[in-house]
């Protein structure tokens, strides 16, 4: 089940209006991510209706249907008499096909069991540490005994989401400030641990995947996810896809500079977007404020918040308005239809998204803001983003809004 093709690029420029659009391979890659769609959305499903709402020739998903079959991704399931007395055989995802999926933070990884569904059958955090040979084996060994309490389960492989960049072929992490993981081999490792292929990527492309795969995105084509935690981290949904650049390097906003003379940061420079907008810097801020009790976690800094404390009050204050300024470069970049937020800002949304919304808003260079959305809990979405990397490598299913909005506007016409 390993794709034939870790680049997806150029098949989305397929015309699907073509006239013979099952002549090429092009065209049947696009006809199977319609199906694909299609069983996502509508499960479970009849061919015939797969057909109806794909607008493909029967013959065409049939031969799509008997492949996803052979492949596993998708069931038979019970037979439905119809009014007309037919029994036609339903399909679904294959819900015992999971995968093994791990997120990876700073101080602590979290372990979980996944299915095709988004569903998750377990979940486990695990300490990790700043020697990676230590913090991988812990990571291996919590898996090992996930797939082992699950063993009648069909495991398709393993999808880890990192706080750093990954390089999208060799897979080997590039970059990670805040995690010193470099010249470690975390997914040779883990596969021969395991015997299963691991896809790795960075915490907010797996976001954007989770929301892509599992969430609601069909009506953005140009979208930013911003993950504000310990760092500040992007992914960037250009037209449809999810942006990459060279070397997977795309969408580092968290280090571009903002202050020259701004607090040291872990990738080397000074006062970059990070250090300012990130829960780090507001705990910092926090803690100058107020050394005689300081705030360990962000939690902590929260519930003084909500207590009413003014030092704390002011330090998230002050974060909202750091986030603005960053957003302000981003909207003038990329100017997306929406901007999402991941990671420990959506704990505080309440209270900070009033004050990102009204600063952005005035510091538009024209127009209205996008829509700023939090996702909500952070962990979850990286744990079904890092499914999510699986399916999207393993299926050959390479989901976009593209196809979303396609599948979407037939089947909203078939539904009318
Ligand atoms: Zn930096």
Same mark, same amino acid.
Request: aromatic share 6%; net charge positive.
């Given at each position: 089940?390993?794709?034939?093709?870790?680049?997806?690029?150029?098949?989305?420029? $397929?015309?699907?209006?073509?006239?013979?659009?099952?002549?090429?391979?092009?065209?049947?890659?696009?006809?199977?991510d319609i199906v694909l769609e299609l069983l996502r959305r509508?499960?479970?499903?009849?061919?015939?209706?797969?057909?109806?709402?794909?607008?493909?020739?029967?013959?065409?998903?049939?031969?799509?249907?008997? +492949?996803?079959?052979?492949?596993?991704?998708?069931?038979?399931?019970?037979?439905?008499?119809?009014?007309?007395?037919?029994?036609?055989?339903? &399909?679904? &995802?294959?819900?015992?096909?999971?995968?093994?999926?791990?997120?990876?933070?700073?101080?602590?990884?979290?372990?979980?069991?996944?299915?095709?569904?988004?569903?998750?059958?377990?979940?486990?955090?695990?300490?990790?540490?700043?020697?990676?040979?230590?913090?991988?084996?812990?990571?291996?060994?919590?898996?090992?005994?996930?797939?082992?309490?699950?063993?009648?389960?069909?495991?398709?492989?393993?999808?880890?989401?990192?706080?750093?960049?990954?390089?999208?072929?060799?897979?080997?992490?590039?970059?990670?400030?805040?995690?010193?993981?470099?010249?470690?081999?975390?997914?040779?490792?883990?596969?021969?641990?395991?015997?299963?292929?691991?896809?790795?990527?960075?915490?907010?492309?797996?976001?954007?995947?989770?929301?892509?795969? $599992?969430?609601?995105?069909?009506?953005?084509?140009?979208?930013?996810?911003?993950?504000?935690?310990?760092?500040?981290?992007?992914?960037?949904?250009?037209?449809?896809?999810?942006?990459?650049?060279?070397?997977?390097?795309?969408?580092? $906003?968290?280090?571009?500079?903002?202050?020259?003379?701004?607090?040291?940061?872990?990738?080397?420079?000074?006062?970059?977007?990070?250090? $300012?907008?990130?829960?780090?810097?507001?705990?910092?801020?926090?803690?100058?404020?107020?050394?005689?009790?300081?705030?360990?976690?962000?939690?902590?800094?929260?519930?003084?918040?909500?207590?009413?404390?003014?030092?704390?009050?002011?330090? &998230?204050?002050?974060?909202?308005?750091?986030?603005?300024?960053?957003?302000?470069?981003?909207?003038?970049?990329?100017?997306?239809?929406?901007?999402?937020?991941?990671?420990?800002?959506?704990?505080?949304?309440?209270?900070?998204?009033?004050?990102?919304?009204?600063?952005?808003?005035?510091?538009?260079?024209?127009?209205?803001?996008?829509?700023?959305?939090?996702?909500?809990?952070?962990?979850?979405?990286?744990?079904?983003?890092?499914?999510?990397?699986?399916?999207?490598?393993?299926?050959?299913?390479?989901r976009?809004?593209?196809t979303a +909005?396609?599948a979407?506007?037939?089947?909203?016409?078939?539904?009318?």
């Amino acid at each position: 089940m390993q794709s034939k093709r870790s680049q997806p690029a150029g098949k989305r420029r $397929f015309d699907l209006h073509a006239e013979d659009p099952a002549s090429s391979e092009l065209a049947r890659d696009i006809n199977r991510d319609i199906v694909l769609e299609l069983l996502r959305r509508r499960q479970p499903i009849a061919r015939v209706d797969l057909a109806r709402l794909s607008g493909l020739q029967r013959s065409t998903v049939s031969l799509i249907v008997e +492949q996803l079959l052979r492949e596993r991704w998708i069931v038979e399931g019970a037979t439905v008499r119809t009014a007309r007395g037919r029994r036609p055989t339903m &399909l679904s &995802l294959n819900a015992d096909l999971v995968m093994l999926v791990a997120d990876v933070r700073p101080s602590h990884a979290v372990c979980a069991v996944v299915d095709l569904n988004g569903h998750f059958l377990a979940r486990q955090s695990v300490p990790v540490a700043s020697d990676a040979e230590i913090g991988v084996q812990r990571i291996a060994e919590t898996l090992g005994r996930m797939r082992d309490e699950f063993a009648r389960k069909s495991f398709e492989g393993v999808g880890i989401s990192m706080p750093g960049r990954v390089h999208p072929e060799s897979q080997q992490l590039l970059w990670a400030p805040n995690l010193r993981w470099h010249d470690y081999d975390i997914r040779a490792v883990l596969a021969d641990r395991l015997g299963l292929k691991v896809e790795m990527d960075n915490a907010a492309n797996a976001c954007m995947l989770s929301e892509l795969w $599992f969430g609601r995105m069909e009506k953005y084509r140009n979208a930013v996810l911003v993950t504000i935690s310990e760092g500040v981290g992007a992914a960037v949904l250009a037209n449809g896809q999810l942006l990459l650049g060279k070397d997977g390097m795309a969408g580092e $906003f968290g280090h571009i500079l903002i202050d020259p003379n701004g607090p040291q940061c872990n990738c080397g420079e000074r006062g970059c977007w990070e250090m $300012f907008a990130s829960t780090r810097a507001v705990l910092r801020r926090y803690n100058e404020r107020a050394p005689e009790q300081p705030a360990i976690t962000f939690t902590h800094l929260m519930s003084f918040a909500d207590q009413g404390d003014p030092r704390a009050l002011a330090a &998230l204050e002050e974060q909202a308005q750091w986030i603005a300024r960053g957003l302000r470069m981003i909207t003038a970049a990329l100017s997306p239809e929406t901007i999402l937020f991941a990671g420990d800002i959506t704990a505080c949304w309440e209270r900070s998204g009033p004050v990102v919304q009204r600063e952005l808003a005035a510091r538009m260079l024209m127009g209205t803001p996008p829509a700023l959305i939090p996702i909500g809990d952070g962990e979850m979405a990286r744990l079904r983003g890092a499914a999510a990397l699986v399916l999207q490598r393993h299926s050959n299913y390479h989901r976009s809004t593209t196809t979303a +909005q396609r599948a979407g506007s037939r089947d909203m016409v078939a539904q009318a």
